[in-house]
């Protein structure tokens, strides 16, 4: 990636079929059985083996941990479900399902939490200044909502990625 077309391509192929659509499905099966703890571990544990690898793990885990342990103020009894690490899209998804932030919404805030975070390093890195940064994520907000509404109807059938060298 050496500008800011690049830069949206490459996400733009993240949230459609690699590693940013794969989290988006876990988040939304962690969401879907929140209640049922054997399901959740389920997903837990699936989207632990998923991580593509070691470092990859090592991020998801300790970000699911980090928002488990900060969200104990929502008072939620599922952040007690969780013995150990946990991956972060499990924790979002079946945390905004107890508190009755709908899916959709909560994949959407995901994505576009994890695409900002791409587009400052791609700033920090001196692809583009801020202005065009803010107009990249703009363009990607529509990429976002759509990848968020297909992906909250999805099932783990839907699992899968096409980005290789990202992963």
């Known amino acids: 990636v050496a500008h800011v077309t690049g830069l949206h391509a490459w996400l733009s192929a993240l949230l459609c079929h690699g590693t940013l659509w794969n989290v988006a499905v876990l988040l939304a099966e962690a969401w879907r059985v929140w209640q049922d703890r054997t399901a959740l571990g389920a997903v837990a544990d699936l989207a632990e083996a998923l991580a593509g690898s070691k470092e990859r793990s090592l991020e998801t885990m300790a970000l699911g941990s980090a928002f488990r342990d ?96 990202a992963d």
Do not use: N
């Open 70 to 165: 900060a969200a104990k103020g929502w008072l939620s009894p599922v952040l007690d479900w969780f013995d150990g690490s946990v991956a972060y899209p499990v924790v979002v998804g079946a945390v905004a399902a107890s508190k009755g932030i709908g899916c959709e919404a909560t994949i959407a805030a995901y994505l576009h939490a994890a695409v900002s975070q791409q587009v400052s390093a791609g700033i920090r890195l001196g692809l583009m200044g801020q202005s065009h940064g803010l107009s990249l994520l703009a363009r990607l907000e529509e990429v976002i909502g759509a990848v968020a509404a297909r992906a909250a109807a999805s099932t783990l059938d839907d699992l899968g990625s096409a980005t290789i060298a």
